[in-house]
């Protein structure tokens, strides 16, 4: 079975930075996509950056584009998200989560998912 497991959340001020890490149970997702979604109390869950298995031509979100920055080590089985210059409305609860093939904006799209990471960012 499937097994997400994101790390790395925290609380941070304003204009710091955190990086997230979305680690697999070892199995390797050959010609998957990687992406990760955020979701406040009372909103949709929300694409935020996703990577297809080559690595290449990652999508983001337009409000974290120059500050986001996701990568993947496939060798691990591991995804990451650079996030620097956080602001307060990045706080949310981040998910990690795969899919077959290209990278979705949509969370319908994907077939398995973490528990998510809280970042708290202060004004």
């Known amino acids: 079975q499937v097994q997400l497991v994101e790390s790395g959340g925290g609380l941070v001020q304003a204009g710091g930075s955190l990086r997230l890490s979305c680690a697999t149970n070892?199995?390797?997702?050959?010609?998957?996509?990687m992406s990760w979604f955020r979701q406040v109390p009372g909103k949709e869950r929300e694409f935020v950056a996703g990577i297809r298995w080559s690595g290449d031509s990652p999508l983001y979100t337009d409000s974290v584009k120059g500050r986001f920055t996701v990568s993947r080590t496939n060798a691990q089985n591991t995804m990451y998200l650079q996030m620097n210059n956080l602001k307060p409305e990045d706080t949310a609860v981040f998910y990690c989560?795969?899919?077959?093939?290209?990278?979705?904006?949509?969370?319908?799209?994907?077939?398995?998912w973490g528990q998510g990471t809280q970042v708290t960012v202060t004004s």
């Open positions: 989560a795969v899919r077959y093939g290209a990278v979705r904006y949509s969370r319908e799209d994907y077939t398995a």
């Open positions: 070892g199995r390797t997702f050959s010609n998957f996509a």
